[in-house]
């Protein structure tokens, strides 16, 4: 059991006896109240969202994972293939199911796959994917005084802001969790 406080996004909690991923929590407090924690759930079985709210200090069971190393191989349009590294099994999830995953996704990649009651229900990415830059303006002489960045598209379609120094085919680090740019690789 987990306080209500304590849940974060990506989190995958069990209400109402089905399996949730939390995908957005905010707290509110009230004057002479006890607070309130809003919540954004996503059912990881049927897709379907809603928004509960928990009193301050409520609990709810959190849902056990298991995990195992993985390679992405490949989607075709709808569905992104997975093997496992131990027993070379393929699986297959959803564009719906992974969410904002796809957009760090490279083939060949190494990820964690998330499995409840043995089925996959989602993916772990690394802090940080190298992608290469395929779209962004040039830079001009002067560009660097105004300290900001430029629009940038990767190789998996994920649009950045980069330093104006960063050229189209560079290879640059991006933190999955953020979405933002770290360093040239």
């Known amino acids: 059991m987990v306080e209500v406080g304590a849940l974060r996004k990506g989190m995958h909690i069990v209400f109402d006896g089905e399996i949730y991923r939390v995908l957005e ?3 509110h407090t009230m004057a002479r109240g006890r607070g309130i924690v809003r919540t954004k759930l996503k059912n990881v079985k049927t897709g379907l969202v809603r928004d509960e709210n ?9 849902a056990v994972l298991e995990t195992r190393n993985a ?23 959803s564009e719906e199911e992974l969410g904002d995953v796809p957009l760090y ?5 190494e990820v964690m796959l998330q499995f ?6 989602g993916v772990v990415l690394p802090n940080t994917v190298v992608l290469e830059v395929v779209e962004t303006e040039p830079a001009f ?25 960063v050229e189209k085919g560079d290879k640059v680090k991006v933190d999955t969790r953020t979405g933002e740019y770290v360093e040239r690789a």
């Open 25 to 27: 929590v905010s707290k």
């Open 116 to 121: 409840y009651e043995g089925q996959p229900i």
């Open 71 to 93: 390679q992405y191989l490949y989607n075709d349009g709808s569905t992104y293939y997975f093997m496992d590294l131990e027993t070379y099994e393929q699986y297959g999830l």
């Open 141 to 165: 002489k002067g560009d660097t005084v105004s300290g900001g960045g430029k629009p940038a598209v990767l190789e998996t379609g994920l649009k950045i802001t980069v330093p104006f120094f």
């Open 105 to 109: 996704l490279v083939e060949n990649m």
């Open 54 to 62: 928990f009193n301050s200090g409520s609990l709810v069971e959190e």
